[in-house]
């Protein structure tokens, strides 16, 4: 008898130990039941492609003509890559979201693979002084840039290590310690290799995002996060001050400060996107009527898409995107709080915080409230990687709206 209540223990213990498993790639219909995903997000993201498609024609119109090509250059790609990001959003919201923590594993050592590749003579391609992208035989995608998929695969590991890890998550080492050496390489790699500070910042800030949501106390960051990061900025101050790596940065923040000490170098950016917003005033001057993306402006249709929305739009323009970007937000924590477990929660706040920050910080920016960090837009900015890995996330984001507890 004792032997066999011994083996009966060990059979329960190994049966539940599988079923807890299993339960990460396969919606547990006693607690969740499978729906329609989320119609007020998905129509928030057509409306921002949508939009986002008619600025990119009108901002990038001058610059494609300058450039020798045709004024609809820029759109066409952007709307290809619009075109099979939808698709790939529609495809992925069937697609059970908990199959993705299965893949936790490869989606870490796959960035790390991918931000590698950029050094791969032949592979790699240079804009601007900058090595981040890779080159791809897909028409209309040319170039890859490997970051934007890295955002979405750290989100996913972070989403089952901290799961997985969430009994200790109060403790200091398991807790704070262990998650920031798992995201240390990557910081340092786009750091050092890419020169992608904006990619590491937002990677970090959504990170620790997660951590806090999954049960890591404030306090450690707190008294020691800060600490770190202000010695993280002292040294590339020092890198950037002493031994010109990354000196680029300084000179942002040092036009940040006095654009107008270097109006045709340094300052010159930010000074016509405030030229762009100021000359909007409440209703615009018409869409197609900006004066500002004609070469005055450096590439509008990217980064500094915003301005061009405030001189053509006006403030009831930018209050609009502002609006979008709210009611996005809105139905993505929406979601996180309805997602059946802590997987599909954190997967949502992740992907929300991305989006999310990505727009706050791109907003900060052209309106000369934070240095220039070379963040688009999202949905608006030109950028087919971008673009598509983005509503790749969004499709993963639905999934999980199909799903809510009882």
């Known amino acids: 008898m004792y032997y066999w ?10 049966h539940e130990r599988r079923e807890n498993d299993i339960s990460m790639a396969r919606p547990n219909n006693k607690t969740t039941k499978q729906g329609q995903f989320d119609f007020i997000l998905f129509i928030t993201v057509l409306v921002m492609l949508g939009f986002g498609l008619v600025m990119v024609l009108s901002a990038s119109s001058p610059s494609a003509l300058s450039e020798g090509r045709t004024s609809y250059a820029y759109v066409t790609t952007q709307a290809i890559s619009a075109g099979i990001g939808i698709v790939a959003m529609l495809f992925i919201s069937k697609i059970d979201y908990r199959k993705w923590a299965k893949f936790y594993k490869i989606a870490y050592i796959g960035s790390i ?12 391609y240079d804009s601007h002084g900058a090595t981040r992208w890779i080159k791809t035989p897909i028409p209309g995608l040319s170039t890859f840039q490997p970051s934007e998929l890295v955002k979405i695969a750290m989100i996913i590991f972070f989403a089952r290590y901290l799961t997985e890890h969430k009994a200790h998550l109060h403790t200091f080492f398991k807790g704070f310690i262990c998650p920031l050496l798992w995201i240390a390489p990557i910081i340092a790699i786009l750091i050092f290799v890419q020169s992608h500070l904006s990619a590491s910042v937002i990677i970090g800030m959504v990170v620790v995002i997660l951590m806090l949501m999954a049960g890591t106390k404030m306090k450690y960051f707190v008294t020691v996060g800060v600490p770190i990061a202000g010695i993280g900025g002292i040294a590339l101050y020092i890198l950037a001050k002493y031994f010109e790596k990354g000196a680029y940065r300084l000179a942002r923040i040092t036009s940040f400060m006095d654009p107008w000490a270097d109006p045709t170098g340094d300052g010159w950016q930010i000074i016509q996107s405030l030229y762009a917003i100021g000359s909007g005033g409440l209703f615009g001057v018409g869409l197609g009527n900006s004066t500002q993306k004609y070469l005055y402006l450096p590439e509008p249709q990217n980064d500094f898409i915003f301005s061009v929305i405030a001189e053509e739009l006006g403030f009831v323009g930018c ?88």
């Open 319 to 406: 209050l609009a995107v502002i609006l979008l970007f709210g009611i996005f937000i809105w139905r993505g924590v929406l979601i996180a709080m309805k997602a059946p477990d802590s997987f599909g929660s954190l997967v949502a706040i992740g992907i929300t915080s991305l989006i999310g920050l990505q727009a706050i910080i791109n907003i900060a920016v052209v309106t000369a409230s934070m240095p220039n960090t070379g963040m688009p837009l999202p949905f608006f900015s030109y950028g087919g990687t971008a673009l598509l890995i983005l509503l790749c996330a969004v499709g993963i984001l639905l999934n999980i709206s199909r799903y809510q507890k009882q």
């Open 113 to 124: 693979v991918l931000l590698l590749a950029v050094l791969i003579p032949g592979l790699k």
């Open 5 to 14: 209540n011994t083996y009966n223990l060990i059979y329960n213990m190994k």
